[in-house]
């Protein structure tokens, strides 16, 4: 930063830049983007315009921001519209005024109490604005703790330097400061400062996917970037970890609660579950199971005991999900596409049992080439296709993940060559297939609910006999459907309750999601057209597992299984859908899927039974997986939502 020191600037007059940036914009590692920065001096202090600017998949997403500061870098407003993520509709306006910040948000307009320190800073775009807030936390005494707005009313963000570290590119060596930021996206964000205070790097996430910002003469390290910020990230689950041992582990019995054990069977009342070195030992009524002398009872009378959940649509792409999940009761998850230098290391810190969270089964993304495609990895020759699956292999991957770009004859390369190394294949529907023909080239289950048209029409329910006799297993995201698709004037509250519960930052972004122009009754129309077609697919013995492509973390598992009630479904067969049959077609229901014998002890104790009504697969108490007790109430907190 060369400051001109002493120069005083006339207000009216138009400051010249004093300091200028270019960062490159990468979503999961692809370059798609810049912000453009400058910041100017004038009398009152500093002006940050910004101008961020990418393009995902062939959308446009635009943001232009300004930001004044005093000179102490204390905000004095911010202005920012445009998008910031696809569907992340921004229009808003923060000015200070004494002890308050006035928002504008759209034509809303409120009063926030400022408590110093604080910070204007809405969302992670632009960088130059988390920038600057790491400028003013320097000259503010580094407090940890920094109050931001807009948030719900007003956001603790938690600032923590990590270290310093020198980095080569082209040729010169950089010496860089490490931040950990915490509180402007929901989850942990790493930046890099140079020694003149200008942003180097920053590693975030936008629409719940991997986002990254790298100063150009950078961009050689990204991947560097992104590593080092896993390490931390990971210490970071680890110390969460260790702050939130097992309640139990070891052998134990459950004495006294209903087991609903996810067979089919009808529950048990007064029921035992003898649990001995991650596995279920023993389990049935009261008076069959001989509980071993040895052994610590746990009593759990007017609890219910389901199987651990799976989520088969996620994207881990923070530490926050290991916790979040367990404490929703989900002990497994399909991650659906990732970052390899952030996936593969958590998935191996949590299977070593260093950090606490789900079991992790991946899925390696590959899309077609071409300035659409989606990602890094790519197949667009028949080598491409198998070194592709040959690298998610060697990496220890149960699937691959096709996207919408690949083309038919890829799809059936990479099918072939997944399935000849014991793999199976999910997916997008490519562009210009249909679900028949994705299946039939080797697709083992197909993503999201990709078929249009009436359930009891002649032409689905063609489709549905296909997909019986492929065996094919659909993911139909309804629950993502609904968050998305719902109208802009109903409140997510109305639908999801889990929505009051999540962190600020979440809140923001969620409170902009939804379908403008329909009113509530269109958007309920289409959402039970999708379930007519999910209750036909179930009925007709087409596998449906349970997922959410993320939605309002955890929760969304639990609106996606009600919904499946809500089609249709009994409570136990939607249980089942995000229980065994999810096990099932991952062939690792020998394993895992229900409370008998021998199997891995994965279980959920619920303070209210599900069967009776489903939506107690809210209530969760306690999460066990692999035989360790965690209680759900304290992992919410741990990564700040309300439990
Ligand atoms: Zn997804």
Not at 64 to 90: E, I
Request: aromatic share 6%.
């Amino acid at each position: 930063m060369a400051l001109a020191a002493g120069v005083l600037f006339g207000a009216a007059q138009t400051a010249p830049a004093v300091e200028k940036g270019t960062l490159r914009l990468h979503y999961v590692q692809k370059p798609i983007g810049y912000e453009r920065y400058e910041l100017a001096r004038n009398a009152d202090g500093y002006r940050l315009a910004s101008d961020f600017d990418f393009t995902d998949r062939g959308g446009r997403v635009q943001l232009t921001a300004t930001l004044g500061t005093t000179a102490d870098f204390t905000p004095t407003f911010l202005q920012a519209k445009g998008k910031s993520y696809r569907f992340v509709n921004v229009d808003s306006e923060v000015r200070v005024e004494g002890t308050a910040a006035v928002v504008r948000d759209g034509r809303v307009e409120s009063h926030v109490a400022l408590t110093p320190p604080f910070f204007l800073v809405d969302g992670y775009a632009p960088f130059a604005a988390q920038m600057l807030m790491l400028r003013y936390w320097k000259q503010h005494g580094q407090p940890r703790v920094i109050h931001t707005v807009p948030g719900m009313p007003a956001n603790d963000v938690i600032v923590e330097p990590r270290g310093r570290e020198a980095v080569r590119a082209g040729g010169k060596t950089v010496t860089l400061d490490r931040y950990l930021v915490d509180g402007v996206v929901w989850g942990r964000e790493t930046l890099w400062l140079d020694q003149d205070g200008s942003l180097a790097a920053a590693i975030t996430r936008a629409g719940g996917l991997s986002f990254e910002a790298v100063r150009e003469d950078l961009e050689p390290l990204l991947v560097s970037f992104v590593e080092r910020s896993t390490r931390d990230r990971i210490a970071d689950l680890e110390a969460i970890t260790r702050s939130n041992k097992p309640l139990r582990s070891g052998a134990y019995a459950m004495v006294g609660g209903t087991i609903v054990d996810g067979t089919g069977r009808p529950a048990i009342a007064d029921g035992v579950v003898v649990v001995r070195d991650g596995r279920i030992a023993d389990v049935g009524p009261r008076a069959d199971v001989v509980i071993p002398p040895d052994v610590a009872r746990v009593p759990l009378d007017g609890k219910t005991v389901v199987p651990g959940l799976w989520d088969m649509h996620t994207h881990v792409t923070q530490i926050e999900w290991a916790p979040v999940y367990l404490a929703a009761g989900v002990t497994t998850v399909r991650d659906m596409g990732n970052e390899n230098e952030f996936i593969a290391p958590l998935r191996d810190a949590i299977e070593s049992g260093r950090a606490l969270g789900p079991r992790l089964l991946l899925a390696g993304l590959v899309d077609g080439g071409g300035p659409n495609a989606f990602g890094v990895v790519y197949a667009t020759t028949a080598d491409e296709a198998k070194q592709v699956v040959a690298k998610y292999h060697g990496l220890g991957f149960q699937q691959i993940k096709i996207y919408s770009l690949v083309t038919p004859p890829m799809v059936e390369a990479i099918c072939a060559e997944a399935h000849r190394l014991g793999m199976t294949v999910t997916g997008h529907v490519p562009n210009g297939m249909t679900i028949e023909q994705a299946a039939a080239a080797g697709m083992d289950h197909i993503a999201h609910l990709a078929i249009g048209g009436e359930a009891d029409s002649d032409e689905v329910k063609q489709t549905i006999a296909f997909l019986r006799e492929h065996k094919t297993v659909i993911d139909p995201t309804q629950s993502w459907n609904e968050l998305l698709g719902h109208a802009l004037g109903t409140p997510i509250a109305a639908f999801q309750p889990g929505v009051a519960r999540i962190p600020p930052p979440l809140n923001r972004l969620f409170s902009s999601a939804g379908a403008d122009g329909i009113d509530a009754a269109t958007a309920r129309t289409r959402l039970e057209r999708g379930l007519r077609i999910v209750k036909a697919l179930h009925d007709a013995g087409v596998p449906i597992v349970a997922g959410t492509d993320e939605g309002i973390p955890g929760h969304s598992l639990h609106r996606e299984i009600e919904l499946y009630v809500e089609a249709g479904l009994t409570p136990m067969q939607a249980l089942q859908a995000a229980t065994i049959v999810s096990a099932r077609a991952m062939k690792l229901d020998a394993e895992l899927g229900t409370i008998e014998r021998g199997k891995r002890a994965d279980m959920v104790v619920l303070n209210a039974n599900p069967l009776d009504r489903i939506r107690n697969i809210r209530t969760v108490r306690w999460t066990i997986r692999d035989g360790r007790v965690y209680d759900a109430p304290a992992l919410w907190k741990s990564v700040r939502f309300q439990e």
